[in-house]
């Protein structure tokens, strides 16, 4: 007598191995800490607010993790793991110069660790502080799911596969970006994050000389030329500029009114003020800064969402800086 049909106890196993899984795959979500460390956000904005006030380019480089974090495969503070033991840090890849305040992404882990340890990640104080940092510098307040996990290594050779470069076309970026699943709309929105900080030298000397881009406005470039004044600046003396003269410590549509004007720093800042597929976004952007904060809230979620680890992946690191149990 052939069977048809598996044994009932067959099936019911089965059963429970598809709710197993089902369960096990958790998503990120709003107040995940309301149980485990109901005061993990507030006690998170409450040492950004501080380290600004110490250190105002602190909340500037809140933004920039967030880019240099998610973008390499998830937001799992993969980027803050420091060289040893094994580990090479994405922080010395070429691609993360120029990054800063490292050193005082433990000041809020500190703090947290303090009220409940081993309970918040590494990868939900990235998004958290950045959220934050965006807040301190004038930008939109942002609502973010949490529940990110810390990865168990660091990406350091992968770095330059998904960080756009310094001279990376318009076209190469929007590729990028799409392929983490943010829109061109999106993406236009998140490079208004460099209406704040700066660039070095080093980054933007090969549009001055040996002649000067004609894609750049000639009296900016006179500026440029004036803080960069040599075509090789010594890698040891910090020379940089300001992205955004008007207001360098505001996340506002600036940026795009000064791209428009090819004011832009970066060959990316400068085709996005010219390709046909980014244009109309930017010119609405530099009209309505109404419109860029809900653009940006919107793209700094897509982006913070990216491939988080969840559920019992990874881990919680106690410092930021070093695997467990190293
Ligand atoms: C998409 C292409 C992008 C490229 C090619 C790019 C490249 C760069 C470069 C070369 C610098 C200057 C580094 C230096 O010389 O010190 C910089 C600065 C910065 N970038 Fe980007 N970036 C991109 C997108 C983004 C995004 C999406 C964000 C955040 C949402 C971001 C946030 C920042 C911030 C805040 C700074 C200033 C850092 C500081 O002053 O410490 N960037 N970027
Ligand atoms: C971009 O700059 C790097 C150095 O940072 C250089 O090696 C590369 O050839 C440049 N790429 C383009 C497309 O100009």
Not at 67 to 87: I, R
Not at 228 to 254: A, E, F, G, W
Request: one cysteine or more.
């Amino acid at each position: 007598m052939a069977t048809t049909k598996p044994p009932p106890n067959i099936t019911f196993f089965f059963l429970l191995l598809v709710l197993h899984f089902n369960l096990g795959k958790s998503q990120l979500q709003l107040n995940y800490y309301t149980n485990s460390c109901s005061k993990a956000e507030e006690i998170i904005k409450q040492q950004v607010f501080q380290l600004y006030n110490k250190h105002g380019n602190t909340a500037i480089s809140w933004v920039r993790n967030l880019f240099h974090d998610c973008m390499v495969k998830s937001c799992d503070a993969s980027l803050l793991l420091v060289t040893g033991g094994g580990v090479v840090s994405e922080q010395t890849a070429e691609r993360s110069f120029g990054m800063r305040n490292f050193k005082y992404v433990n000041i809020i882990k500190d703090a947290v660790e303090q009220e409940c340890p081993l309970t918040v990640s590494c990868a939900d104080i990235v998004a958290l502080s950045a959220r934050d940092g965006i807040a301190m510098l004038g930008g939109p307040n942002i609502e973010m799911k949490t529940g990110r996990r810390d990865s168990k290594e660091s990406y350091a050779t992968m770095v330059e596969e998904f960080i756009p470069n310094h001279n990376d076309s318009i076209f190469s970026v929007l590729s990028s970006f799409q392929a983490i699943g943010v829109d061109i709309e999106a993406t236009v929105a998140l490079l208004g994050a460099h209406s704040v900080g700066r660039v070095h030298c080093k980054n933007l000397v090969h549009r001055l000389y040996p002649t000067v881009d004609e894609t750049l406005n000639p009296s900016h470039a006179a500026y440029l030329k004036r803080r960069c004044p040599t075509p090789h600046p010594d890698p040891k003396s910090v020379q940089y500029v300001r992205s955004d003269l008007k207001t360098p410590m505001i996340i506002d549509n600036n940026y795009y009114k000064n791209i428009l004007q090819h004011k832009g720093l970066l060959t990316v800042d400068e085709e996005l003020a010219t390709d046909p597929r980014t244009v109309p976004y930017v010119e609405k952007m530099a009209d309505d800064n109404e419109y860029f904060r809900q653009q940006f809230s919107r793209a700094v979620v897509l982006l913070s969402e990216n491939n988080p680890l969840t559920g019992d992946e990874g881990e919680i690191r106690k410092d930021c800086g070093y695997l467990n149990g190293k």
